[in-house]
């Protein structure tokens, strides 16, 4: 327990680890509204597991006991591309209210928690990305997994509020995607009125430092597989259109050339798909999925793409779905019989793209 603390005793005492602690730290700059034209932020990161999303509900129970006596009332926002991203994240402030011997009222949409208030001084609602570029009148906004969603709404945040939290998780099919980490943070700590304090949780909480399961996990399902790193070298290469269309051997590719695939699932990771454990199967071994590569002359995979082939459908699978029945992986001769009634173009064989991506570095580049 540090000697000097802002937040309350209660609070501090629910912490699980170390690192925790050092966050609710971090998070006290939070109590200071910054002068007229200057901002606060505060970046956590973490692998999953750290407790990151407890943490920060644990201090918004803090803040809003420490902002509502000083000024009567408090107004908090969270916002993520979906309410179950913050459910976590709100139940530790229902935990921290309940600590600070508040009754606490909780609305929920579906299963989730939406909104967590005390009467009528304190309020913390989820609201969704796009919703919070026209929100008025919160003391302080929390962005969770804040890599997952677009940078134009980061952006729109950050210029409408002065007080924010941006959290987002390292590695993991959630991703820390390169727009947030290279872009958005690189923004923030070049913006002189913004005062940045970043902390990385590294203390798992679900289980012992260097877990052998958890570097399975990592390892087998490649939540920590990251795009190649782009060098001088390789932007000369992409001036002089040094490229080849890469067309790997699917048993090579998946149990022999961990690199490779490492470059070309991370590209992924890092582009915002929300991958899962399912679709890298898919890639491996469906029969009818196929993944192709562009890569540099030096053989750095720089865009990543899967391809399912459709259609070749029978006269007899063809009357079935016009009658209602669902074509597994075959998605546009499904849609294309139901809603145009296009029978003959089922019978046609094509390719849809499931997923391609570019690398994150070398997007929008002519």
């Given amino acids: 327990m540090p000697e000097r603390i802002r937040f309350s005793k209660a609070i501090y005492q629910l912490a699980k680890t170390q690192d925790q602690v050092e966050a609710l730290r971090a998070m006290e700059i939070l109590l200071e509204r910054p002068p ?5 932020n505060v970046v956590l990161i973490a692998d999953r597991g750290r407790g990151k999303s407890a943490i920060i509900g644990l201090a918004l129970a803090a803040l809003a006991h ?5 000024k009567g009332r408090a107004r908090f926002a969270v916002t993520a591309m979906n309410p179950s991203n913050v459910s976590t994240l709100m139940e530790f402030v229902i935990k921290g209210l309940k600590a600070l011997n508040y009754d606490v009222d909780v609305s929920y949409w579906g299963g989730d928690v939406v909104s967590v208030k005390v009467g009528i001084s304190i309020f913390i609602d989820y609201v969704r990305p796009y919703d919070m570029l026209s929100e008025e009148g919160r003391d302080i906004v929390v962005v969770d997994e804040a890599a997952m969603i677009p940078l134009p709404v980061l952006y ?12 987002s998780t390292i590695h993991g099919y959630e991703g820390a995607g390169r727009g947030f980490s290279l872009r958005f943070l690189k923004y923030l700590r070049e913006d002189k009125n913004t005062k940045v304090v970043e902390y990385e949780l590294k203390e798992p909480i679900r289980y012992a430092p260097n877990d052998p399961v958890e570097q399975w996990l990592f390892d087998t399902l490649l939540l920590d597989a990251e795009p190649a790193k782009i060098t001088d070298e390789d932007y000369e290469l992409i001036s002089k259109h040094e490229f080849e269309y890469l067309i790997p051997n699917l048993r090579e590719f998946f149990l022999e050339s961990e690199d490779k695939l490492r470059q070309f699932f991370g590209i992924y990771v890092q582009a915002h798909y929300r991958n899962e454990p399912d679709d890298l199967g898919m890639m491996m071994d469906a029969p009818h999925h196929f993944v192709r590569a562009l890569t540099l002359s030096n053989g750095k995979i720089v865009v990543s793409v899967e391809l399912a082939e459709e259609g070749g459908i029978s006269d007899d699978l063809i009357d079935m779905v016009v009658r209602g029945l669902k074509l597994p992986g075959n998605i546009i001769p499904d849609r294309l019989i139901k809603y145009w009634g296009l029978t003959d173009f089922a019978k046609l064989r094509g390719w849809r793209i499931i997923r391609i991506a570019t690398h994150p570095e070398l997007q929008d580049r002519a």
């Fill in 36 to 40: 007229k034209g200057k901002k606060v």
């Fill in 66 to 70: 420490r902002l509502r006596k000083a």
């Fill in 156 to 167: 729109g945040i950050h210029e409408r509020f002065s007080r924010v939290v941006y959290a």
